[in-house]
C-alpha cells in the first residue's frame, strides 16, 4: 500500500524557518518524482515544488522560489521541504504528492498519491 506521511509543520514568526518532511513507503521510491502542493483557507490548491527521481531537475514555484528547497534521500525514502524566509502568505497545508510519471508537473490531478497534510502557520 502506498503511503506518504508528511511532518514538521508548525507555528513559526514571519522570517523563521521550518523544514517539512515526507516519509514514504509502499512502492518503489527512487523511481519517481515527488512534488510538494500547499492549500490555505478558502484557496485552491497550489503547487510548490517538485523533484525527479534521481534530484537531476527541480523545479519552484514563483512564489517559493529563492526561500524553499526541495530535497530527497532515497536511501531513506524521504523528501524534504526546508522553508525559509517564511511569510504569513506560506501559512497552508503543505501535502506531499506521488508522480509515477517522474515529470516535474505543476498541475495536482497529474499526480497519483497524497499525503493527508501538515500545517504550516506563519505569524506576523
Known amino acids: 500500500e502506498v503511503q506518504l506521511v508528511e511532518s514538521g509543520g508548525g507555528l513559526v514568526q514571519a522570517g523563521g524557518s521550518l523544514r517539512l518532511s515526507c516519509a514514504a513507503s509502499?512502492?518503489?521510491?527512487?523511481?519517481?518524482?515527488i512534488g510538494w502542493f500547499r492549500q490555505a483557507p478558502g484557496k485552491e490548491r497550489e503547487f510548490v515544488a517538485a523533484?525527479?527521481?534521481?534530484?537531476?531537475?527541480?523545479y519552484y514555484a514563483g512564489s517559493v522560489k529563492g526561500r524553499f528547497t526541495i530535497s530527497r534521500d532515497n536511501a531513506k525514502n524521504m523528501v524534504y521541504l526546508q522553508m525559509n524566509s517564511l511569510k504569513p502568505e506560506d501559512t497552508a497545508v503543505y501535502y506531499c504528492?506521488?508522480?509515477?510519471?517522474?515529470?516535474?508537473?505543476?498541475?495536482?490531478?497529474?499526480?497519483?498519491?497524497w499525503g493527508r497534510g501538515t500545517q504550516v502557520t506563519v505569524s506576523s
Open positions: 523533484i525527479t527521481w534521481n534530484s537531476n531537475s527541480i
Open positions: 509502499g512502492f518503489t521510491f527512487d523511481d519517481y518524482a
Open positions: 504528492a506521488l508522480d509515477f510519471h517522474d515529470t516535474l508537473t505543476t498541475y495536482d490531478y497529474e499526480y497519483d498519491f
